[in-house]
């Protein structure tokens, strides 16, 4: 299916035209963003965790240390809360009130589960690396198999999810279109600065062709509903 069914949570009720279901938008969000914030509620208490993730298909890995608190909590089967937020822009409207941002964000809703299987964590951990510099894991090491025991991995299936994207220029209300002030959009996006290499690296190990390209799957591009 290529949309998700909306849910008594999913359903985006203010400005539901912003609203989208589409399992293709969902996973371009994710793959785009370098962080998700995972939301959990454990003994009452709200926590929500900037965490790194990865998508492989339908499933969300996340991972961490044996000791991390966020880990074990999900792990034990709460219910968790997974957004991601794209920034796309400034919009600068003629009031201060009609000022806003433009953005795509997703919001996925599901219980993760703690992956046992050595093949899958290490595909999991890969796709980890991949998320945030694609080409990095044909040069860097893979992890031993003390440092594969030593890392959490949990995943989550991508099954209940819903997307909110806002594009375009500000809504101005028709009093304010004869003020004379700037009024329009200021387009951001994630772009890389210099590399800065360790000290200590030889001089014969050149800034990988990976790096020197590095950007995000889709950055710049508008997104489409
Ligand atoms: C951009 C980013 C990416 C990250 N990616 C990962 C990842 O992929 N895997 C991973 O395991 N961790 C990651 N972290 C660290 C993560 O946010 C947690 O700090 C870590 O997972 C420990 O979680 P815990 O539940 O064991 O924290 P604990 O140490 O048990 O948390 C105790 C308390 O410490 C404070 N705290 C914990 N983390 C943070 C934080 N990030 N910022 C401010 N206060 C905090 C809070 O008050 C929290 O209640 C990332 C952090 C950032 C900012």
Redesign the pocket.
């Known amino acids: 299916m290529s949309e998700y069914e909306s849910t008594g949570r999913t359903r985006v009720r203010r400005k539901p035209g912003r609203g989208s279901y589409d399992r293709g938008l969902v996973d371009r969000i994710l793959d785009e963003a370098l962080?998700c914030h995972l939301g959990f509620v454990e003994d009452g208490q709200p926590?929500v965790?900037?965490?790194?993730h990865a998508r492989v298909g339908t499933k969300l890995y996340?991972?961490?240390?044996k000791?991390?608190?966020?880990?074990q909590a999900l792990e034990g089967g709460l219910d968790c809360c997974v957004t991601v937020t794209l920034v796309d822009g400034l919009v600068l409207a003629r009031s201060a009130f009609h000022h806003s941002l433009n953005y795509r964000s997703a919001m996925i809703f599901g219980v993760a589960r703690r992956v046992e299987d050595s093949e899958e964590k290490a595909l999991a951990l890969e796709a980890v690396v991949e998320h945030i510099a694609p080409g990095r894991s044909d040069d860097a090491r893979p992890p031993s198999a003390e440092e594969l025991d030593a890392t959490e991995v949990v995943a989550l299936e991508l099954e209940e999810a819903s997307a909110k994207v806002r594009e375009g220029g500000p809504i101005d209300a028709d009093a304010d279109m004869d003020r004379s002030v700037w009024a329009g959009q200021l387009p951001l996006s994630i772009a890389p600065l210099q590399p800065v290499a360790e000290p200590d690296l030889s001089p014969d190990v050149e800034l990988p062709a990976y790096l020197r390209d590095w950007h995000r799957p889709s950055s710049g591009e508008l997104p489409g509903l």
Request: aromatic letters at 6%; hydrophobic letters at 40%; zero cysteines.
């Open positions: 962080i926590f965790t900037p965490t790194i996340l991972h961490g240390s000791a991390s608190r966020t880990l």
